[in-house]
C-alpha cells in the first residue's frame, strides 16, 4: 500500500487527511484515495483526470513526469506527496 | 426594492445592507479567497459563490440556513481520445472549468434551474439549483463555436446570458470574442445572432461578421425584451428586435469605450454605463470616475459624477461590477481599485459605502 500525503495548503477547503491505497500507478493509488474522499479529486484533477496546472505530485521525492496520465509506476512502500507548485501565485 | 448587496472580490464575498439611509458591510464569507461572481437567485432566496482557487481549480458553493455548502462545478466531459482542438494560441483548448463568468436564474416558471457560462466556451445548466450541472452540447459543437477567440481572458468565454421573461426557452448570451447566440428551445439549437455590430480588432473583410464581435456585456430590458444594450470593445450600441440586429451609437461623451451596461427594468430606453478611455488606455477620463446613462434610447447622454472620485480615479468597474435592483432606481458598482458605490436616485448622486476594498469583481442587489 503507498502511503499518500497532501499539502497542508488543501486542508483549508477540503479535508486530505494522509492516506493508504493499493496500485502500480499514480492513477490507480489516487483513484483508490478519491473512491474514499470524492469531493476531494477536483481539487487536484482537473476535468479531464489530468493534474492541475500548479500542482505536483513526487514520489520519494521525484516529482512525476506524466501529469496527464498519472502513469507513473509506484511501489508498496513509496510515499505520494500531492503538492501546489509555487507557480500559480 | 432591495437592500442588499452581494459583492464578490479578490478576496471574499461581502455583504452590505442598507442600514437607515446608509449602506454598510454586514459580513464577509470566503474572506481571503478569490470570489469571481455570485448570484442571488431570487426564486428561491438562495445565494450562489463561484470561487475561484487558483491551484485548487474553480468551485461553486450555496448558501444554507447557517452558513454555505460546496455543490457540483460545472464539468466538462470528456474530450475524445485523439481529437486536437488549440486555441487561438496554438496550445491544446483545455477541455475544463477555467472560470465561471456568467451564473443566472432560469426564468420564473423554471424553479431551480440555473445558466453557467465559463471560460473556455462551454455553457451549462442546472435543473437543480446548482447541485448537478448539464453541459450544454448543441453550442459546444456548432462548428462555428472553433472561431471564437479569447478577448477579455486569454480563452473564449461566456459571460452574458439573458433569459427573456415572456418565454424561458428563449436564452440569449454573449461571448468574448463570439458574438451574440440565441436559442428558442432551451438550448437545442442555436442561432448566431448581433448583426451591425463592429469590431476593429480583426481585417475589414471580417469587420462586421457578427462572431468577430467583443461584447463585452449585453443587457435586456425585463419589461421591453425586444430591447437589449450592449457594451462593446468598440462602442454601445442598441436592438430593437432582441438582439437581432444594432445600431452604434457614436456621439457618446466622455468614451463609448467600457465594460458594464444595465438597463432599466421598465423603461428600455434608460440605461447607465462606466466610461474609460478606450481599450488601451483603460482608465476613467481625466481620472475622474462617471457614469453615462441615456434616457432616449441613446440620442443623449447625461455624464453623472455626483459623490465619484473627480480627481485621480483609475478605477475600473468590470462587467458584472455595475448592478440595478428591480425598482430601477438604485445602482450599486464597484471598482477595481476597491471602491464601491451606491445610488438611490437612478445615478444622480452616488455614496461610497467603501474605497478600501479588495478588487471588485461582481457586485448584484440580492
Known amino acids: ?89 | 426594492m432591495s437592500d442588499q448587496l452581494l459583492v464578490s472580490t479578490r478576496k471574499g464575498l461581502f455583504t452590505v445592507d442598507r442600514c437607515g439611509s446608509c449602506w454598510e458591510i454586514a459580513k464577509v464569507d470566503f474572506l481571503a479567497d478569490n470570489v469571481t461572481l455570485a448570484l442571488s437567485d431570487k426564486r428561491s432566496g438562495r445565494k450562489f459563490a463561484a470561487l475561484d482557487h487558483g491551484h485548487f481549480g474553480v468551485k461553486v458553493h450555496r448558501s444554507t440556513a447557517d452558513g454555505w455548502e460546496e455543490v457540483a462545478t460545472p464539468a466538462y466531459p470528456e474530450k475524445p481520445e485523439g481529437l486536437e482542438e488549440n486555441d487561438m494560441w496554438g496550445r491544446p483548448l483545455p477541455w475544463s472549468t477555467v472560470r465561471i463568468w456568467a451564473l443566472v436564474a432560469g426564468g420564473a416558471d423554471q424553479p431551480g434551474v440555473l445558466w453557467c457560462g465559463t471560460l473556455p466556451g462551454g455553457l451549462f445548466r442546472s435543473r437543480d439549483d446548482g447541485q448537478s450541472w448539464q453541459f450544454v452540447r448543441s453550442l459546444w459543437d456548432n462548428p462555428a463555436r472553433k472561431q471564437w477567440m479569447g478577448g477579455g481572458a486569454d480563452l473564449p468565454g461566456i459571460h452574458s446570458i439573458c433569459v427573456d421573461p415572456r418565454n424561458s426557452r428563449h436564452v440569449s448570451i454573449a461571448v468574448s470574442t463570439g458574438g451574440i447566440w440565441h436559442t428558442e428551445d432551451a438550448g437545442e439549437t442555436w442561432v448566431q445572432r448581433g448583426y451591425g455590430m463592429r469590431a476593429d480588432h480583426v481585417p475589414p473583410e471580417l469587420t462586421n461578421d457578427p462572431i468577430a464581435q467583443d461584447v463585452h456585456c449585453l443587457a435586456q430590458c425585463s419589461s421591453a425584451p425586444h430591447r437589449m444594450w450592449v457594451q462593446h470593445h468598440n462602442g454601445i450600441f442598441v436592438s430593437s428586435d432582441e438582439g437581432q440586429n444594432f445600431t452604434e451609437l457614436t456621439d457618446v461623451k466622455p468614451s463609448a469605450f467600457g465594460f458594464p451596461v444595465v438597463v432599466h427594468p421598465r423603461e428600455p430606453d434608460t440605461a447607465w454605463f462606466v466610461p474609460e478611455i478606450k481599450d488601451e488606455k483603460r482608465i476613467p477620463v481625466d481620472g475622474k470616475l462617471v457614469v453615462s446613462r441615456t434616457r432616449d434610447g441613446g440620442k443623449t447622454f447625461t455624464t453623472l459624477s455626483k459623490g465619484l472620485p473627480q480627481s485621480h480615479a483609475y478605477d475600473v468597474v468590470y462587467r458584472h461590477a455595475l448592478a440595478i435592483d428591480e425598482t430601477g432606481d438604485r445602482l450599486a458598482m464597484g471598482s477595481t481599485t476597491g471602491g464601491l458605490w451606491v445610488s438611490e436616485d437612478q445615478g444622480d448622486s452616488w455614496a461610497c459605502v467603501s474605497h478600501t476594498l479588495p478588487p471588485v469583481y461582481a457586485v448584484q442587489f440580492a
Open chain 1, 1 to 89: 500500500m503507498a502511503r499518500v500525503v497532501f499539502t497542508p495548503n488543501i486542508q483549508r477547503h477540503v479535508a486530505c487527511p494522509e492516506a493508504e491505497a493499493a496500485g502500480a500507478t499514480v492513477r490507480e493509488v489516487l483513484d483508490g484515495v478519491f473512491a474514499a474522499n470524492p469531493q476531494a479529486r477536483s481539487y487536484v484533477l482537473d476535468d479531464q483526470g489530468a493534474l492541475r496546472r500548479h500542482m505536483t505530485i513526487f514520489i520519494n521525492g521525484v516529482m512525476i513526469s506524466d501529469r496527464k496520465g498519472l502513469g507513473d509506476a509506484v511501489g508498496e512502500t513509496c510515499t505520494i506527496y500531492v503538492f501546489q507548485a509555487l507557480s500559480g501565485g
